[in-house]
């Protein structure tokens, strides 16, 4: 197989999974909404939970410049699809382009505990990752940064002297908006919002509807955020495991669960991570990492995985 068919962005497919996934989401929104029976409610949750991460692995691939071969249509996709989080596009890109640059430094250690650490913030910092509060970061932040880009600098955030700011990774995720195009990200937010209005209105979704879904793929969205770096290798691009799951999740996530492939290929779109999977090496299991993760962080140990 040639280079080029090995980084060929599947443009079609990608815009039919946009479209799809964004009509199914609204479904069950409005299922959710109406539904008569509990179990009705908690089934159309579950399927929101997981539509959204589609969707979100839609959005991460626009962030990555490989949603769409076109750059218009790469960047519009991403919108709408950050819409559905609800995010920004640009607003997701700084930060997630970020962890790329800093994954597994002493910044994006949150698995472990080092002696100078606070520990109260970080177990709080961990099981906010684990129950999906720390899904809300991202709306909230991006409300805030709409109102306020100023906020973005305040020293609590920002300076070197600031606990949070450092053991949190909220100094170096917030480094990227230093010189950020803020016009065009507070755009790109209210683009969200009107989108978010259209889809409660067109959806008819009730508010308990809406915060039910949410809060459903919050839960599921966060669970895999750090599983997939959890006790991995202390290293930028190696340091991530490309998780054995079941293959209808990892079809609605996109592939999302080899993130081992995407740190050491991040230009290479989700049809083709398997392709640069290393399936000879160590590969735990989705449920073995989340479920030890709600042991909390373990102690940093004398010699750990580089």
Known sequence: MSFPELRAIPDRLNLLLLA??????????????????????????VAFSFVGNTLFSL??????????????????????????????LTFQRIFHLRHHRNNRTEVEQFDYLRPHDN???KY???????????????PLGMMMYLVWPGA????????????FAQQTAADAMLEGFDNAPSGRIRLEILFTLAVQAALFILSDATWQGWLLCYAAFAVNWSSLQYADHAWSELDVKEGAWNLKVNKVVQWLFLNYHHHKAHHQHPDVPWVHLHKHVDFTEPRP????IYLNMWRGPRPMPEKPET
């Open 20 to 45: 799809g996934a964004a009509v199914v989401a609204g479904s069950l929104l409005h299922a959710a909404s109406h539904a008569s029976a509990w179990w009705q409610v908690l089934l159309a949750m």
């Open 285 to 288: 299991s989705f449920l073995r």
């Open 124 to 138: 709080l910092q961990w099981y906010c990752i684990l129950t999906g509060l720390y899904w809300t970061a991202s």
């Open 152 to 163: 973005f600098q305040m020293k609590a955030l920002r300076s070197d002297d600031s606990r």
């Open 59 to 88: 959005l991460h691939e626009s962030v990555h410049g490989i949603f769409h071969s076109n750059r218009a249509m790469n960047e519009w996709g991403g919108r709408i699809a950050a819409a559905f989080f609800p995010t920004a």
């Open 119 to 121: 520990k109260l913030l």
